[in-house]
């Protein structure tokens, strides 16, 4: 037989690097660090592209009005009636929203968790504005409840009303645009909050006695409350930018003209870009104000093991 000649062999790596590599890494795990951290990667570049940085650019271009100096723009805001009335119109809007979306979805999703026939065409019946968007939404209801729509039609051939109902192009056609588009977010999260309730619960409620509202106000709604609190802010962020509903179905030079109106006006129409800014830092202000306040009551209510969970 003939022999090979074995080539050069690489130098077996040094004991003491492979150790130290690996109490490195147990160190890294111990404190929350490993490499799958690094699927977060893409995202927070994303985060610091699409938002950090617009977000600071904006802030730093409202120090810069042209004139009044470096508050200048925030004191042209607060000084103009028309604009600083905008605030009241955007909290009009918003906040009934948010409560008319999570009140309707808690009864709701109560009823959706027990089992019957017809239940998955109820969801997606439910859940369906989701794919039609803000502005499909809005061109609905100018089909359906504007002047000439079905709903006032049927009005007169039923003989209900002698003259079109105004819903449209005023504060009632904005406040049915957020609750269409709205509501199925706010049901989907009530909905997973009452699914980490566990119905043992308010069987144990049952066998001591208590009806049905017993249960639901002392059982089921202290352990569902962090859950109301946290979709009422994520609705209530939906709902405070309105824009495009305000702009389509409301009236944006009266009762609908709203922080996000004023500031896309300055900004794109006057081309004041300072001004625009200073509009968006203030409603970006006024909702985390909200946002704040909601958080810190959320705090004091029950957090246990079944609470806030979905």
């Known amino acids: 037989m003939t022999a090979v ?5 690489a130098p077996a790596p040094d004991p003491g690097t492979v150790r130290g590599r690996v109490a490195l890494t147990h160190q890294l795990a111990e404190r929350g ?19 950090c940085y617009p977000f600071l650019y904006g802030l730093q271009l409202s120090f810069q009005p042209a004139h009044g100096g470096v508050l200048g723009a925030y004191k042209a805001f607060f000084s103009d009636p028309f604009a600083r009335k905008s605030i009241w119109q955007t909290f009009a809007l918003a906040i009934p929203a948010s409560l008319i979306n999570v009140g309707a979805s808690v009864p709701i999703s109560y009823r959706m968790r027990r089992e019957f026939r017809g239940k998955r065409l109820l969801l997606a019946v439910l859940v369906v504005p989701i794919t039609l968007g803000t502005v499909l939404t809005a061109e ?39 609750v269409i588009s709205g509501f199925p977010f706010a049901y989907l999260l ?13 069987k144990a409620a049952a ?13 089921t709604l202290p352990l569902l409350a962090p859950g109301l609190m946290t979709t009422f802010c994520l609705t209530f962020v939906m709902t405070f930018a309105v824009f495009p509903s305000a702009l389509m179905v409301g009236d944006p030079d009266g009762s609908t003209h709203v922080i996000s109106i004023e500031a896309y006006e300055a900004a794109l129409q006057r081309f004041d870009y300072a001004q625009g800014c200073a509009d968006a830092m203030i409603m970006t202000a006024l909702m985390l104000a909200v946002i704040v306040a909601v958080t810190a009551l959320r705090s004091r209510l029950y957090t246990g093991a079944t609470g806030g969970k979905g």
């Open 140 to 178: 609905g209801i100018l089909e359906f409840y504007g002047p000439a729509g079905w709903f006032n039609r049927t009005l007169h051939l039923l003989g209900l009303s002698s003259s079109p109902v105004k819903l449209t192009m005023n504060y009632t056609g904005v406040l049915l645009s957020l």
């Open 190 to 202: 009530i909905h997973s909050y009452l699914s980490g309730i566990h119905p043992s619960m308010e």
């Open 207 to 219: 066998t001591l006695g208590a009806d049905w509202w017993r249960r639901f106000r002392y059982v």
């Open 33 to 51: 660090v490993d490499r799958v951290l690094l699927l977060a990667v893409p995202g927070v570049l994303a985060l610091v592209a699409l938002f």
């Open 5 to 9: 000649a074995a080539g050069p062999q």
